[in-house]
Structure formats: structure tokens, C-alpha cells
């Protein structure tokens, strides 16, 4: 009996732990949003922007990613996980109900003139054999827009050049600019060449998708 009691007693701490941060969660609202994007529009809400620090690539559609995806990548700039200067010092700047309420406003902010993701159409054979080897529908769902957990990002149809930088990243080690530390897509990624992941870039971003770059009005 002694030996069981220590045993519930961690449960029972581990329990009320787990219960205390999903009750710490933020929820977002989109209209508190609306007014804290003045830092995102100059990049995210112009169609095609092109970044060139640290690498030359187009800003990536976020209008229509999913909120808990955007919330997730925004904290790991954050923690230093995602190692882009320009969107750590952003990502720096905001609090916990920022983040939500940032990331709610773009997952609806073009709701209002949806494009429906269709089915992925096939690709090349070395396409399909790297998406293959890639296990990529496991996380990213069908049609790569119906991830399975909703911190994954959709893929289909965001620009090739901005998923190929952000592929060739987990490969990326010491580098303070440039890198991503998630161990799933780190060990995914680095069973490929570079021309192998651009490959998949150009696939993946080739899809039917849900996201898009909705242009502020300063910018039309």
C-alpha cells in the first residue's frame, strides 16, 4: 500500500498539471485580431511578397491556415525553435492572447470567399515516391489540407519556393538565422537531398488549397 500511494499521488499531480495548462489555453478572437496585424500586413497581406532575409522566398500564405497551426509556429519563433530573426522579434512582441487572437483572425480572414481544397492530384513518379517515402499524408491529411492534429500546418498549395526553404530548415543545424528544431520533421526531412525536397515543394505547392493571401487595403 505504501508503495501504491506515491504512485497515485504523482498521477494525481500530473493530472491537475495537465488539467491546469489546457485551462491556461487562450482562446482567440478574430475581431481583437483585426487590430493587432499591423506588424503581419507588410509581409502577409500583400500577394506574392517576396522576403530576402535571411533567405529569398515568398512570404507564406496564412489566410485560411488553421489557428492552432499559426499559434504553434508563432511560439516557436517565440522559444527560439524557429530561428528567422525577422519573426522572433514579431513573435517576441506578443503576449499569450495576442498569439490567439492573431492566429483566429487568420484562419477566418478569408472564410468569406472560400476555395475548396480538393483531392491531391498525382504528381511525377519521383514525386509520388518521395511523398511516399515522406509519409507525408500521415500528418498532413488528405488532400495535404485536412491535417490530422491541428497543430499541423495545411500545405497544400502554399508557394514551392516558401516550402522548400522551410523543408530545407530542419536540415539546418548551427545556424542562428536560419533552422527549425522539430524532431519529427528534422528526421523526415534529412532522408532527402535538396533537389528531392524541392521536388516536393513544387508538388505539394502545385495542390488545390484552402490558403491564400488576403490583401490588406492599403495594399490593393
Known sequence: MKKI???L???LVASVTMLSAHGQEK?????SGEKKVAMCIGCH???GYQASFPEI??????SGQGAKYISSALNAYKKGERKHPTMRGIAD???DQDIADVSAFYAASGAAEPVAAGKATEGSAKA???VTKGACVSCHGEGFSKPVDPSYPKIAGQYSDYLYVALKSYKTENNPMIGRDNPIMGGIAKQFSLSELKELANYMGGLP????TVPDSRFR
Not at 482562446?27 to 475581431?31: A, E, M, N, R, W
Not at 522566398?57 to 496564412?62: A, D, F, G, L, N
Not at 488549397?209 to 491564400?212: G, P
Open 5 to 7: 500511494l506515491p504512485s
Open 57 to 62: 522566398h515568398k512570404v507564406p500564405k496564412i
Open 9 to 11: 499521488s504523482v498521477l
Open 27 to 31: 482562446v482567440g478572437d478574430l475581431k
Open 209 to 212: 488549397t484552402e490558403l491564400k
Open 128 to 130: 509520388m515516391e518521395l
Open 93 to 95: 512582441s506578443l503576449s
Open 45 to 47: 497581406g500583400i500577394v
